[in-house]
């Protein structure tokens, strides 16, 4: 069974500060790697896409990739109100098969 | 319209009824996935499509669930013999080619089993 884990939170930091979200993951088949944001009642919405080893940044946002580890993470720079929202995790293998979703953290920037 | 399309957007139906829940992909789009997604929980993969091939259907819970895309565009999931379990949103997404790229999300399908 393929297993994708994130702690659930909530995760709370202050507005400014960074919000550092992880995702572990146990298939070492795993080659594609993605962080989505899902706003409360909303569908997820596709953030950052990583496939090699190392950093890849996007504005405020840089997701990290570590596959010695299994392990990837999303940090959030400047952390601003409006990025409140559950962050998930997804990863699938090099043909988009076994798509696996963790089941989120939740973040919470206070103003 | 420019983004992935669900029907009906709710559902409420007594145990026993059959449902089609629709989804209508962005057009061009080669993949299409279907998505359980229950409340504080991440997406649970069910099934997914390139063209009207169905790829993987490891994650439909049983037999009384069963997809289809005759076309290669618009699919439909179908739940028989509901049960209350079976409560949950049902998400579709599209992609638009087949090697793991940027999933396109619908608004979801809320189903509620009576």
């Known amino acids: 069974q393929k297993e994708v884990e994130q702690n659930s939170g909530p995760l709370s930091v202050p507005e400014g500060a960074i919000a550092s979200l992880n995702c572990t993951y146990s298939?070492?088949?795993?080659?594609?790697f993605f962080w989505y944001r899902q706003y409360s009642g909303k569908s997820p919405e596709l953030i950052m896409s990583?496939?090699?080893?190392g950093d890849k940044e996007d504005g405020r946002f840089t997701a990290q990739l570590n596959k010695a580890s299994q392990y990837v993470s999303l940090l959030i720079r400047d952390s601003q109100p409006s990025d409140s929202a559950t962050y998930l995790c997804?990863?699938?293998?090099?043909?988009?098969?076994?798509?696996?979703f963790g089941p989120g953290t939740r973040l919470s920037v206070l103003p | 319209g420019a983004g992935v399309s669900q029907s009906p957007r709710y559902k409420v139906t007594k145990r026993g009824q059959d449902v089609a829940l629709r989804c209508d992909p962005i057009?061009?789009?080669?993949?299409l996935y279907w998505y359980r997604q229950a409340l504080g929980q991440g997406p649970e993969f069910l099934t997914y499509?390139?063209?009207?091939?169905?790829?993987?259907k490891s994650g439909l819970p049983n037999d009384r669930f069963s997809a289809e895309r005759p076309e290669g565009s618009i699919s439909t999931l179908t739940i028989q013999r509901t049960e209350q379990r079976d409560s949950a949103m049902y998400r579709c997404?599209?992609?638009?080619?087949?090697?793991?790229?940027?999933?396109?999300f619908g608004p979801g399908t809320r189903l509620t089993v009576l």
């Open positions: 997404a599209s992609s638009l080619d087949r090697v793991g790229g940027t999933q396109y």
């Open positions: 298939d070492r088949g795993s080659q594609s």
């Open positions: 990583i496939y090699s080893n």
């Open positions: 997804a990863v699938a293998d090099n043909y988009g098969q076994n798509f696996v």
């Open positions: 057009s061009g789009h080669v993949s």
């Open positions: 499509f390139n063209y009207e091939a169905q790829q993987d």
